[in-house]
């Protein structure tokens, strides 16, 4: 069974300051999704991550994917409260079962 | 597009009772998902739907509930009986690809509350 995990659960950040959320996860990839969620609301698509070494970029995410270690992070630059959002990685096995596999999720919380 | 269309949106009903939850995928997706989110246990998919027939219900929790996609444009969940352990945020999500592995657009979700 594909397990994926997501650390940090839960992070409080300032205003202004970078962090990275990691999605380690247990099975052979090819395809590695993040979504947010705000409170109440839907997920919203982010990025897709389709090779080794694939890195993308929107505003102050960043995203990446490392297939042979089996991790993919979520790097915020210089944090601004609009970014608050619960983030979910989801993993496609390469092989066998072809469902997307969702992580935890982490909570970020930006502080003024 | 409308993007993928839930409805309803909210739904409180006493235990016992039979609960319906609706969806519209996005024009021209081939794949329909239906997850359940909660607290304790996140996001799970519970059924999805390749060109209207369902293809892996692994995830549906026990046999009060059922799906159907009766047509390209339409699908439903069903429980029945209602318990209180069913009340969640239930998602349909669509994507074009007929696997599951392409990106998939989730509607608003209905946010059930079983009493």
């Known amino acids: 069974e594909l397990k994926v995990e997501q650390n940090p659960l839960f992070l409080s950040m300032q205003e202004g300051k970078n962090y990275t959320i990691y999605c380690n996860y247990s099975?052979?990839?090819?395809?590695l999704y993040w979504y947010r969620q705000d409170p109440g609301k839907s997920l919203e698509s982010l990025f897709v991550?389709?090779?080794?070494?694939a890195v993308k970029q929107e505003g102050r995410l960043m995203a990446s994917l490392d297939t042979k270690a089996r991790l993919s992070t979520l790097h915020i630059t210089a944090a601004v409260h609009d970014l608050s959002a619960t983030y979910f990685c989801?993993?496609?096995?390469?092989?066998?079962?072809?469902?997307?596999?969702f992580g935890t999720g982490t909570r970020l919380t930006i502080i003024p | 597009d409308a993007g993928v269309i839930q409805s309803p949106r909210h739904e409180v009903t006493e235990m016992g009772q039979e609960v319906t939850l609706r969806c519209k995928p996005i024009?021209?997706?081939?794949?329909l998902f239906w997850y359940r989110q909660t607290m304790m246990r996140g996001l799970e998919l519970l059924i999805y739907?390749?060109?209207?027939?369902?293809?892996?219900d692994s995830g549906m929790p026990e046999d009060r509930f059922s799906a159907k996609m009766p047509n390209a444009s339409f699908s439903t969940l069903k429980i029945q009986p209602s318990e209180p352990r069913d009340s969640a945020v239930y998602f349909c999500?669509?994507?074009?690809?007929?696997?599951?592995?392409?990106?998939?657009?989730f509607g608003p979700g209905t946010r059930l509350l079983v009493l």
């Open positions: 989801a993993v496609a096995p390469r092989f066998g079962n072809e469902k997307l596999t």
């Open positions: 024009s021209g997706h081939n794949s």
């Open positions: 099975t052979t990839s090819d395809r």
């Open positions: 999500a669509s994507s074009r690809d007929r696997t599951a592995r392409e990106t998939q657009y």
């Open positions: 739907f390749n060109n209207n027939v369902p293809i892996d």
């Open positions: 991550l389709l090779s080794n070494g």
